[in-house]
Every structure is written in C-alpha cells, then in structure tokens.
C-alpha cells in the first residue's frame, strides 16, 4: 500500500486543521494506521492511532473515511508546540494501536504544519 499525506498548513493559535492521509494499492481499513510528527531538533513522537479494529488513542481525534480509503487527523486547539512535520504510517491487520515508529511497515510523505501568529 502507499500512502499520502494531505492538508498541512499555516494555521494560528488555537486554530483547527484536518491532516488525511490516503492510501493507494489496499484498503486502508485492513490496516492499523498512526499520524508521528517530527519537529527540528526532537524525536519522531506519534500523535494518534486507530487500530484495524478501531480502537484509537492519541491527543487528536482519528478518523477513517472508508468510502474515500482515508485515515483522517482531527487537530484542534492547536498551539505552537503542534509545528512540526506530519506523516501517516501503517501496519496491516493490527489489532492494536502501536505507538512506535519501528512497529510500521508502511510509509507516506510528510506535510509540515506550522503553528504560527
């Protein structure tokens, strides 16, 4: 499956933005898919994930869109600390949510968000 990520932007603070990420070559569904973020100078951290069967956790709301194959990230509030490049990943048949990035076979391009005023 590949993947893409969509919706990065300039937003201000305690703005909202929806990141999706789309995927081609399978069914997003079969997958557990999870949004990491990277800012300059810190570690890869993941936001948010939704597992195969649906479970979900993170900071922001995760969605899927089955009718457009999408995972979608739900940010509101977000504050300047929320800049930082974003990028979706995935692993197929997960039940669970996993939280870190060596657990994902499965990788999009990121989108920068910038938090600014």
């Known amino acids: 499956v590949q993947l893409q990520a969509f919706g990065g932007g300039l937003v201000q603070p305690g703005g909202s933005l929806r990141l999706s990420c789309a995927a081609s070559g399978g069914t997003l569904a079969d997958y557990a898919v999870a949004w990491f973020r990277q800012a300059p100078g810190k570690r890869r951290e993941m936001v948010s994930c939704i597992s195969s069967v649906g479970s979900v956790k993170g900071r922001f709301t995760i969605s899927r869109d089955t009718t457009k194959n999408t995972v979608d990230l739900h940010m509101n509030y977000l504050n300047y600390e929320d800049t930082a490049v974003y990028v979706c990943?995935?692993?197929?048949?997960?039940?669970?949510?996993?939280?870190?990035?060596?657990?994902?076979?499965?990788w999009g391009q990121g989108t920068q968000v910038t938090v600014s005023s």
């Open positions: 990943a995935a692993r197929r048949n997960s039940v669970h949510c996993n939280s870190y990035s060596h657990e994902y076979t499965y």
